[in-house]
């Protein structure tokens, strides 16, 4: 406004909210996210019906997979979906408990606000007392070895407890440590796990205690003709990456025939090149063939008569895994095939799964890349065993990494509360509020497993208080019996780093919604455009 006069510096149309009003909205829609999924966290959590705008339905209570399906609107509300996805992204547990964690920051920032502590004093208050919170983790944490495989079930189990797939954990957790374990790496003296070398084929039927551990691969193809063997023992396996097939020339290019036996010649030619080509895969001793492209059906006709068991159009990513499975190198020319460029299997066989039939590759020596075939009662089942799978299969894969564990059931959030408020008092001044209010904010784990489990949150939180006072670092919430237990008896164990990055996560989401005092969204698009199209929707 200049002289009575006011100036238009944004489109019409655009909305602004400026100062408290708009701080007080983004925290508002943050908080409602952490609300949404706050019910599911432990293992008496309830599940999500999730239904999308097409009608297929998601039953689920894995944090990140609500908040994906979830169409978010807010900005603010979608900064809090990007913590469950970083968390799921980096340790694949700890999603709800990350923006569960980031909701209660929120909250008792708001609080503070309303005391006028400036939000960049509550910032910097929060960074010192995350910094402070992952020492705190380092301190109670416990070293673990990759041969303890007992402790690793544990962890698996913990991950899986929380997950529909629960009455299964023993089974299940035991699926995952042996996954690990076989394509677990030491790079530069450190231990490397590629998830990715995990495939996990899905096939709904029978039940979950059907699911089981491949050492080897699951193709989910069939041979490429009925006269291959459907069982190869002692399997030599040549992974090609080329096309079985008569090659077309690169440019434009006409066959002019004029005599019938020309026809004869070009056909007769066709099958020299499909039998050499053949040749060349029988003179390296091969008795199995992955192609990542197709097979002419004359070479199929070959093939089959040679005894071969050949699978096309096998996908880029299982040629990959089979190459770490069997040991074969992936060869982009014939030439070069010979029988140090194959791999091995005791068996490749042809299994008939459900109404599919698909190819198992099984007995591979020491191998790097393994297959978990996941069954289930209904399509719904299958999905959510699928996802609790990734979640104990990521678990198992941090803790071996970094080799160390602390306790769950709240045990550590009470912990790093108890000895937040003592280092809050040395700090002194405006932050000393922001790392008190930190130190609050850790207590939402114990105290919402408790509420989800049906006990008394301001009891349970009493008691374990008055545990961690007298030194008992593990103790946690037995959900089952709503007492205070030693969590490292009752098994309930996590890998260091779900605790590390839902702190991160959560902290860092926090500040930036804290830090933003205007928010100016321009006007939306849809309504002008159809207006210029002459007439909106409702005079169509």
């Given at each position: 406004m200049m002289a009575g006069q006011p100036i238009l510096i944004l489109k019409e149309g655009t909305r602004r909210e400026t100062g408290r009003e708009a701080m007080k909205n983004n925290i508002a829609a943050a908080r409602a996210i952490a609300e949404a999924v706050r019910s599911t966290l432990g293992?008496?959590?309830?599940?999500k019906m999730l239904v999308d705008s097409m009608g297929d339905v998601v039953i689920t209570n894995d944090g990140v997979t609500i908040l994906k399906e979830i169409d978010v609107e807010h900005p603010a509300a979608k900064m809090m979906v990007e913590v469950a996805k970083t968390q799921d992204s980096e340790v694949g547990d700890g999603t709800t408990t990350a923006v569960v964690l980031a909701g209660e920051l929120l909250k008792?920032?708001?609080?503070?606000l309303e005391q006028n502590v400036h939000p960049t004093v509550i910032a910097s208050g929060y960074r010192l007392a995350a910094e402070k919170a992952k020492e705190i983790l380092e301190e109670i944490a416990t070293p673990i070895d990759l041969e303890d495989e007992e402790t690793l079930k544990k962890i698996a189990a913990t991950a899986l407890s929380s997950k529909s797939a629960s009455m299964a954990k023993e089974?299940?957790?035991?699926?995952?440590?042996?996954?690990?374990?076989?394509?677990?790496?030491?790079?530069?003296?450190?231990?490397?796990?590629?998830?990715d070398s995990v495939q996990l084929v899905k096939k709904q039927g029978g039940a979950i205690d059907d699911t089981?551990?491949?050492?080897?691969?699951?193709?989910?193809?069939?041979?490429?003709?009925?006269?291959?063997?459907?069982?190869?023992?002692?399997?030599?396996?040549a992974l090609i990456n080329l096309a079985l097939e008569v090659k077309k020339p690169e440019i434009d290019a006409n066959i002019q025939i004029k005599d019938p036996s020309m026809v004869h010649?070009?056909?007769?030619?066709?099958?020299?090149?499909?039998?050499?080509?053949?040749e060349k895969i029988k003179n390296s001793g091969a008795n199995v063939v992955f192609c990542q492209k197709g097979i002419d059906d004359m070479a199929q006709h070959f093939l089959a008569r040679e005894g071969i068991y050949a699978v096309r159009r096998v996908k880029k990513s299982d040629m990959e895994k089979l190459s770490k499975a069997t040991g074969a190198k992936i060869v982009t020319n014939l030439d070069d095939l010979t029988s140090e460029e194959l791999g091995h299997a005791e068996v490749v066989e042809q299994r008939k799964i459900g109404e599919d039939n698909m190819t198992f590759v099984i007995g591979c020596e020491n191998p790097k890349a393994v297959s978990i075939l996941i069954r289930g009662g209904t399509e719904h089942v299958v999905d959510e065993v699928?996802?609790?799978?990734?979640?104990?299969?990521?678990?198992?894969?941090?803790?071996v990494e970094d080799g160390k564990i602390v306790t769950g059931g709240g045990s550590s959030a009470v912990e790093i509360a108890l000895r937040l408020r003592d280092y809050a008092a040395s700090v002194g001044g405006r932050q000393q509020l922001a790392i008190e209010a930190f130190a609050d904010a850790m207590e939402i784990v114990p105290r919402t497993l408790a509420e989800n489990a049906g006990h008394d949150p301001i009891d349970m939180?009493?008691?374990?208080?008055?545990?961690h006072k007298n030194g008992q670092v593990n103790a946690g919430i037995n959900v089952y019996e709503g007492k205070v237990t030693d969590m490292k008896e009752l098994g309930v164990i996590e890998p260091i780093r779900v605790g590390k990055q839902a702190i991160d996560s959560a902290t860092d989401a926090a500040i930036?919604?804290?830090?933003?005092?205007?928010?100016?969204?321009?006007?939306?698009?849809t309504k002008g455009k159809e207006s210029e199209k002459g007439g909106s929707s409702e005079e169509e």
């Open positions: 293992p008496r959590g309830m599940d008792n920032a708001e609080a503070l089974h299940l957790s035991t699926i995952a440590v042996k996954a690990v374990k076989k394509i677990v790496e030491e790079v530069d003296g450190k231990r490397y796990v590629d998830i089981e551990l491949i050492e080897g691969m699951i193709i989910d193809k069939e041979k490429v003709h009925p006269g291959m063997p459907n069982v190869v023992k002692d399997a030599k396996i010649a070009f056909l007769e030619e066709e099958e020299k090149i499909l039998r050499n080509m053949v699928e996802r609790s799978l990734k979640d104990a299969l990521h678990v198992v894969a941090k803790a939180l009493i008691e374990l208080r008055k545990a930036m919604i804290l830090r933003i005092d205007d928010v100016i969204a321009a006007k939306g698009e």
